[in-house]
């Protein structure tokens, strides 16, 4: 090993202990506010979801905002990120106190989990492309969960576009074709655009975005479902 390569790892070392410490002392400030603030003595997992939602919404805004080229709103984004670990770790000693679990266990469960569905990183599983790396992700989750279809986990109540997404990745993972478009959009306005278009169509007619591509999502699972009970019977 040469000293350069020392030199590294000592870097890294030091980096990962920096990390830590700071983590720790977030979990040492909420220990503090939950024995000494009453407001935060108060809150429970439900009377804290609206805020989790908030925080959520907040570091997407930021993402959004943020330009990679420049490096504008780096700033903005770690604050952001900041407030939504404050809410994970608030979660974690609120399920500690119950004795559920702390944040030693949400950890440790995202560790094992990344390990697991990386089979081509921490395994000898090889894969051809990124394409088969999420069908590996949804078969294995499938097989953790003991889920019958790949549908399952999708919460219902998402947005029409975000359910479509989802649904068509999982999709991908049976081989189930979903026709491309005719045209291609050129770039991410361009993209936009086409959605408002189809919007102010649907407008037009009388008809709901939102349902109509609900509906087209439904049949979509469908075409799965019957993917999936001819995967079972063969």
Same mark, same amino acid.
């Given at each position: =090993?040469?000293?350069?390569?020392?030199?590294?790892?000592?870097?890294?070392?030091?980096?990962?202990?920096? =990390?830590?410490?700071?983590?720790?002392?977030?979990?040492?400030?909420?220990?503090?506010?939950?024995?000494?603030? &009453? /407001?935060?003595?108060?809150?429970? #997992?439900?009377?804290?979801?609206?805020?989790? $939602?908030?925080?959520?919404?907040?570091?997407?805004?930021?993402? #959004?905002?943020?330009?990679?080229?420049?490096?504008?709103?780096?700033?903005? $984004?770690?604050?952001?990120?900041?407030?939504? +670990?404050?809410?994970?770790?608030?979660?974690?000693?609120?399920?500690?106190?119950? !004795? #559920?679990?702390?944040?030693?266990?949400?950890?440790?469960? @995202?560790?094992?989990?990344?390990?697991?569905?990386? &089979? #081509?990183?921490?395994?000898?599983?090889?894969?051809?492309?990124?394409?088969?790396?999420?069908?590996? /992700?949804?078969?294995?989750?499938?097989?953790?969960? !003991?889920?019958?279809?790949?549908?399952?986990?999708?919460?219902?109540?998402? &947005?029409?576009?975000?359910?479509?997404?989802?649904?068509?990745?999982?999709?991908?993972?049976?081989?189930?074709?979903?026709? $491309?478009?005719?045209?291609?959009?050129?770039?991410?306005?361009?993209?936009?655009?086409? $959605? @408002?278009?189809?919007?102010? /169509?649907? +407008?037009?007619?009388?008809?709901?975005?939102?349902?109509?591509?609900?509906?087209?999502?439904?049949?979509?699972?469908?075409?799965?479902?019957?993917?999936?009970?001819?995967?079972?019977?063969?």
């Amino acid at each position: =090993m040469t000293d350069s390569t020392h030199s590294d790892n000592a870097i890294e070392y030091a980096s990962s202990l920096q =990390m830590l410490e700071a983590v720790g002392r977030v979990v040492d400030v909420v220990d503090t506010l939950r024995r000494e603030c &009453p /407001w935060d003595a108060d809150q429970t #997992h439900a009377s804290l979801r609206p805020y989790l $939602l908030e925080e959520a919404h907040e570091v997407l805004e930021a993402l #959004h905002s943020l330009d990679e080229r420049t490096g504008k709103g780096f700033e903005h $984004l770690a604050e952001e990120l900041g407030d939504l +670990l404050f809410q994970i770790v608030f979660h974690a000693r609120i399920a500690a106190e119950a !004795g #559920h679990f702390g944040l030693e266990q949400v950890a440790r469960g @995202i560790h094992d989990k990344l390990c697991i569905r990386h &089979p #081509h990183v921490f395994g000898n599983r090889e894969v051809l492309d990124k394409a088969e790396v999420v069908a590996n /992700w949804e078969n294995i989750k499938r097989k953790e969960k !003991g889920r019958k279809s790949v549908l399952e986990g999708i919460p219902a109540s998402l &947005p029409a576009l975000t359910r479509a997404a989802k649904v068509i990745r999982r999709a991908e993972s049976l081989d189930v074709a979903v026709k $491309l478009p005719e045209s291609d959009p050129e770039g991410e306005e361009s993209l936009g655009e086409a $959605l @408002i278009d189809l919007v102010v /169509w649907s +407008l037009s007619r009388g008809f709901d975005a939102e349902d109509v591509l609900r509906g087209a999502v439904n049949q979509l699972e469908e075409r799965i479902q019957v993917a999936e009970a001819q995967l079972d019977i063969n």
